[in-house]
Nanobody, 121 residues
């Protein structure tokens, strides 16, 4: 059973901040590049940020400078700190390997429930 449990989303005003968490299976966390994805209504799911096993990070242009992806190897937990949030950041946020997989099996894709981020006044 693959574990991908996202949390930390909520309603925040523009300019506010949130920190998202993802509790992941130990095996995939140790062995794979991890990423945060988001999907807004009517839009394709997009990769927001990724982080390698060694901590090298990449960010989508849309969030670069406002977001920080990190990982806690001891807790098998992935984080995304988002600052200066904009209405365009409103989406369901998911974690997964990068590229997405079913616990590291790229023949399938498993997604958790995600966590809703809503940026609105």
């Amino acid at each position: 059973q693959v574990q991908l449990v996202e949390s930390g989303g909520g309603l925040v005003q523009p300019g506010g901040s949130l920190t998202l968490s993802c509790a992941a299976s130990g095996n995939i966390f140790r062995s794979y590049v991890m990423g945060w994805y988001r999907q807004a209504p009517g839009k394709q799911r997009e990769l927001v940020a990724s982080i390698t096993r060694d901590g090298c990070t990449n960010y989508a242009d849309s969030v670069k400078g406002r977001s920080t992806i990190s990982r806690d190897n001891a807790k098998n937990t992935l984080y995304l700190q988002m600052n200066n949030l904009e209405p365009e950041d409103t989406a369901v946020y998911y974690c997964n390997t990068d590229p997405p997989s079913y616990g590291g099996d790229y023949r399938r894709v498993y997604w958790g429930q995600g966590t809703q981020v809503t940026v609105s006044s």
